[in-house]
T-cell receptor, first 113, second 115 residues
Framework: GDSVTQMEGPVTLSEEAFLTINCTYT??????LFWYVQYPGEGLQLLLK???ADDKGSNKGFEATYRKETTSFHLEKGSVQVSDSAVYFC????????????WGAGTKLIIKP | EPEVTQTPSHQVTQMGQEVILRCVPI?????FYWYRQILGQKVEFLVS????????KSEIFDDQFSVERPDGSNFTLKIRSTKLEDSAMYFC?????????????FGPGTRLTVL
């Protein structure tokens, strides 16, 4: 079945470092891809999305490009801040059914000042 | 900005008791979902709801679970006889659907603790 695999965390970086969180997926058809962020004690917030191959989603300095050839949707940010510390979830929305989300395990990001 | 709301934020119950978790989706959205997240684990899909009926459900969503949209605004998840393993964070989500955008907007969650 469809699935999402994320790099395991925690990922610990210093402020202003470059961030990459890897995400690969397995899906039949052409899913939409999402990154959600969960700040400590809060719910799930949509960070960015891409709905077709080669689309680039971006928000708040974060970017991810939908790569069909490598079935990947890696999250990147050029210069992280302490306030980016959170858990990041990669998810896909299957093109069948009612677009329910299939989730990766989440990657905890810790940014040290 | 419209948002999904959930009540209560935290529910503590005894094993075997019934609980009802409540959600108010964004008003013009058509698709509604429940997910759960056991502490430290990945988010899991439970059920989707469209046009006043369940459209998809996972293996987790067994006969102990039910959903309802009793009026034009609320969307509820009922667990008839809670088990210890039902302890989790339960998230409600809604989306406008294909024409309006498939991204899902989540509520803040209800933390369910079964003792």
């Amino acid at each position: 079945g469809d699935s999402v695999t994320q790099m395991e965390g925690p990922v610990t970086l210093s402020e202003e470092a470059f961030l990459t969180i890897n995400c690969t997926y397995t899906a039949t058809g052409y899913p939409s891809l999402f990154w959600y962020v969960q700040y400590p004690g809060e719910g799930l917030q949509l960070l960015l999305k891409a709905t077709k191959a080669d689309d680039k989603g971006s928000n708040k300095g974060f970017e991810a490009t939908y790569r069909k050839e490598t079935t990947s949707f890696h999250l990147e940010k050029g210069s992280v801040q302490v306030s980016d510390s959170a858990v990041y979830f990669c998810a896909l929305s299957a093109p069948w059914g009612n677009y329910q989300l299939i989730w990766g395990a989440g990657t905890k990001l810790i940014i040290k000042p | 900005e419209p948002e999904v709301t959930q009540t209560p934020s935290h529910q503590v119950t005894q094993m075997g008791q019934e609980v009802i978790l409540r959600c108010v989706p964004i008003s013009n959205h058509l698709y509604f979902y429940w997910y759960r997240q056991i502490l430290g684990q990945k988010v899991e899909f439970l059920v989707s709801f469209y046009n006043n009926e369940i459209s998809e459900k996972s293996e987790i969503f067994d006969d102990q679970f039910s959903v309802e949209r009793p009026d034009g605004s609320n969307f509820t998840l009922k667990i008839r006889s809670t088990k210890l393993e039902d302890s989790a964070m339960y998230f409600c989500a809604s989306s406008a659907g294909l024409a309006g955008g498939i991204e899902q907007f989540f509520g803040p969650g209800t933390r369910l603790t079964v003792l």
